[in-house]
């Protein structure tokens, strides 16, 4: 049930910054993990950045540790990714995940720091070029 929208994506030059942000619609995202994948062209769709519900730990991939920072806003229902010091290397589409809720056996699954990712939105295309 319910669904998850990105927005925010677009052409930045490198060593900038944009945010992307997530709206969920019809469940609470707060009760969920929440992460970040991307897919970039000629790559496996990869998680970079998760915040577990169970213990409130937050993760990231090594390549994007303190570049970015993955936040929620519980009155908006809405998840963040805030990318600073952008490289043509985070070139990619990004797409804002949750472990849940499941109407069904979800037939792919992302393992992520906070577990496996389940469910994603249709995405939003970022390119970091000159």
């Known amino acids: 049930q319910g669904q998850l929208v990105e927005s925010g994506g677009g052409l930045v030059q490198p060593g900038g910054s944009l945010r992307l942000s997530c709206t969920a619609s019809?469940?609470?995202?707060?009760?969920?993990?929440i992460g970040w994948l991307r897919q970039a062209p000629g790559k496996e769709r990869e998680w970079v950045s998760c915040h577990s519900a169970s213990n409130g730990n937050t993760y990231y991939k090594d390549s994007v540790k303190g570049r970015f920072t993955i936040s929620r806003d519980g009155s908006k229902n809405t998840m963040y990714l805030q990318m600073n010091s952008l490289k043509p290397e985070d070139t990619a589409v990004y797409y804002c995940a949750t472990d849940g809720p499941y109407s069904e056996m979800p037939l792919e699954t992302i393992q992520t720091g906070c577990g496996a990712l389940g469910r994603w939105g249709q995405g939003t295309q970022v390119a970091v070029s000159a």
């Open positions: 019809g469940f609470h995202l707060p009760y969920y993990a």
